[in-house]
């Protein structure tokens, strides 16, 4: 007899999986067809022992009852093959012997109809019993997490927190037993019904034989070796049984005698894994029921290749909710939940914001989209390639709010300067090479992910007599302003990235370079949060103020801005890199130093760089009267005389205003 091929696991019990529950609905389907088939096979044995007088029509039915096993299409049924063979040649055996019954009501009682019966009340019932159960605390473990999901984290409360891990940890327990009880039935009914099935007709037929005379020397020849066989068919599979039953009594207890941080959520004691390619689990989903309502949805979310999958429970398969090639993930503050983040596709129409049961699941998810992102899966060996650039990225940054002194064992700092790079990149500039990463940004540079203004400097803007700078271009009536403005003032709305220092300010590579190693710094340690800034261009110098207090929190001239570029691929990312001075070595004229800072802005990053261009387009053409006459000349001017900023996209200005880009100064 073939071991049963189908069964469920129980070590996926506690995941509870839409798999999971997508296997279960089978065996539940098979439960309930076994279980109309057993109450029409009882109805045709009680018939039988009821009715003597129609003995005849009912072995004949009862017959075509066995015949109809095989036509019954058990969800299950692969490996039944012997059972309905079996099952076929007692049909056929009960067709010859129909005429030969008799009086056989003890007999039947206690060996065909009190099995099927016992059968039916036990096993089935248990079943049908476990079922509710098993509803019951899945009912009990949703509710219970629907209260934890709704934890505040502004204002957190030590015991209720406590109160409700206690009540998720006991729901989530009751639910994994029930489960286990309910898979180990289910597991063990498919042996049961094998069982059920031949026993009754067995002692049936041994009934016959004992009880009818007549005709026993024909009956028993042909029947002794078949009986036989189906006899020790019967004990092979209660064998078969036994065993399975005690491995899962045994897998009971093992998975049983778990410490109850297992139950417990953000209980995790693993430590993150940052180089993760495919994540799936339990997520809540925001999601919007009116204007200005929400709701909150439980589902199971997996990856697959390059896509975030979704699937209900009770659903054969999974959906494609969004596309994460060369998306962004990035945390949020949503509605004072725990553990949000947001990820948006690459054309920032399509977003979702999602919450997870833990700090290790919310950063292990962040990670894994951000891997996905990068499309490392179509690599030949993706697991490798997360690995090497997760350990690369950490030797390449050092993410800290303030520079700090160099440690001990860290690389050349010669080659950190400026100064010294020059003549390291002259030979490699003569061949035409393209610089390497080393070359341009020095390993271990650290980085800075804010500007902050410093009180005094916050002090002096707003004291009295002070000229306190606005984005809009505004003044004090009484104060002069600087005649080099007045041509141009344009403000956008940005987020400061971060900054670091760089060797050189004559190669644009260095400001790619610079926003990979900040990009990535932010991904590897969780740094998501940004302050939003606004970046005013003048024909003088560039300011970041906030928009706020309108304090200018950095300001650098024109003139120091020596390269600026926007990325290549993600058209909202620019950065530029100023030129300043460093006299640590004592020289009066000081060593130059560049350093670069990358920004993310709302509208195209070409349009910050187009206005930066235009701005030093200016500063030349001032010192040429003739030369600014035609730059004014060739360029669209506002009515009060200042640069008209157009679309670079667009071609046409009959739009109206709100195709231009003009200056609100």
Not at 101 to 119: E, G, T
Not at 365 to 374: D, G, Q
Request: charged share 25%.
């Amino acid at each position: 007899m073939p071991a049963v091929h189908h069964k469920l696991l129980l070590e996926e019990a506690l995941q509870d999986s839409p798999q999971t529950r997508s296997l279960l609905s089978v065996f539940e389907e098979d439960s309930g067809t076994l279980t109309d088939y057993t109450n029409q096979l009882l109805q045709s044995m009680q018939r039988v022992f009821g009715a003597q007088s129609e003995m005849g029509l009912a072995t004949e039915q009862l017959s075509q009852q066995l015949l109809d096993y095989e036509k019954k299409n058990f969800a299950l049924g692969k490996g039944d093959e012997e059972v309905i063979v079996t099952l076929q040649n007692f049909a056929k055996t009960v067709g010859e012997l129909n005429k030969l019954h008799s009086d056989l009501a003890n007999q039947m009682a206690d060996s065909m109809v009190f099995p099927l019966i016992q059968f039916r009340e036990k096993d089935l019932t248990e079943i049908s019993t476990l079922k509710e159960i098993f509803g019951i605390a899945t009912d009990e473990h949703e509710a219970a997490m629907v209260k934890y999901s709704r934890l505040p984290k502004k204002r957190e409360n030590e015991k209720l927190k406590s109160d409700l891990v206690k009540e998720v940890a006991y729901t989530r327990r009751k639910q994994h037993q029930a489960s286990l009880q309910y898979y180990c039935a289910l597991n063990a009914l498919q042996y049961r019904k094998r069982v059920a099935m031949l026993e009754p007709m067995l002692g049936y037929t041994q009934a016959q034989i004992s009880f009818f005379k007549k005709g026993i020397e024909l009956v028993s020849k042909k029947m002794d070796n078949f009986l036989s066989s189906v006899s020790n068919m019967t004990q092979n599979i209660q064998a078969q049984l036994d065993t399975e039953a005690e491995t899962m009594r045994g897998s009971q207890r093992e998975f049983l005698s778990v410490e109850d941080t297992v139950y417990m959520p953000d209980k995790d004691t693993e430590p993150v894994n940052r180089t993760l390619i495919q994540k799936a689990g339990y997520l809540n989903i925001r999601n919007k029921t009116g204007l200005v309502t929400t709701a909150w949805d439980r589902l199971y979310f997996f990856t697959q290749g390059g896509n975030l999958m979704c699937q209900p429970r009770g659903a054969v398969a999974g959906g494609m909710v969004l596309d994460l090639d060369n998306s962004s993930v990035m945390a949020v503050e949503c509605e004072d939940r725990r553990y949000c983040f947001q990820i948006t596709s690459p054309s920032g129409k399509t977003s979702m914001i999602l919450q997870a049961e833990s700090k290790r699941e919310y950063e292990e998810w962040i990670c894994t989209v951000n891997n996905i992102s990068r499309q490392i899966y179509l690599t030949d060996n993706p697991e490798a390639v997360a690995i090497r650039l997760n350990q690369t990225a950490i030797q390449a940054v050092t993410p800290i709010t303030s520079f700090e002194k160099r440690p001990e064992g860290s690389p050349n700092p010669d080659r950190a300067k400026p100064g010294g790079v020059h003549a390291a990149r002259s030979g490699s500039q003569k061949t035409g090479a393209a610089p390497e990463p080393e070359d341009l940004i020095a390993p271990g540079t650290p980085i800075q992910f804010d500007i902050m203004l410093p009180a005094s400097e916050f002090q002096d803007q707003n004291r009295a007599g002070g000229r306190r700078t606005n984005p809009f271009g505004e003044t004090d009536d009484d104060c002069s302003t600087e005649t080099d403005d007045s041509l141009l003032q344009q403000v956008f709305a940005v987020r400061f990235q971060g900054s670091m220092a760089v060797r050189c300010g004559n190669n644009q590579e260095v400001i790619y370079e610079a926003m990979r190693q900040v990009l990535a710094a932010r991904a590897i340690h969780n740094i998501f949060r940004t302050t939003e800034s606004h970046l005013m261009v003048t024909s003088s110098s560039l300011r970041l103020i906030d928009p706020q207090t309108q304090v200018t929190r950095i300001s650098f001239q024109l003139g120091e801005v020596c390269q600026f570029a926007a990325h290549q691929e993600n058209g909202r990312l620019m950065g530029f890199v100023v030129e300043g001075r460093d006299w640590s070595d004592g020289d009066e004229e000081g060593e130059p130093s560049f350093s670069a800072f990358v920004f993310e802005s709302n509208t195209e990053g070409e349009k910050i760089c187009y206005t930066i261009n235009l701005a030093k387009d200016i500063t030349e053409a001032k010192k040429d009267p003739e030369a600014l006459a035609q730059l004014m000349k060739n360029m669209p001017l506002t009515n009060d005389g200042k640069f008209l900023l157009l679309e670079p996209e667009t071609g046409d200005t009959s739009n109206g205003a709100e195709e231009d880009l003009e200056s609100e100064a």
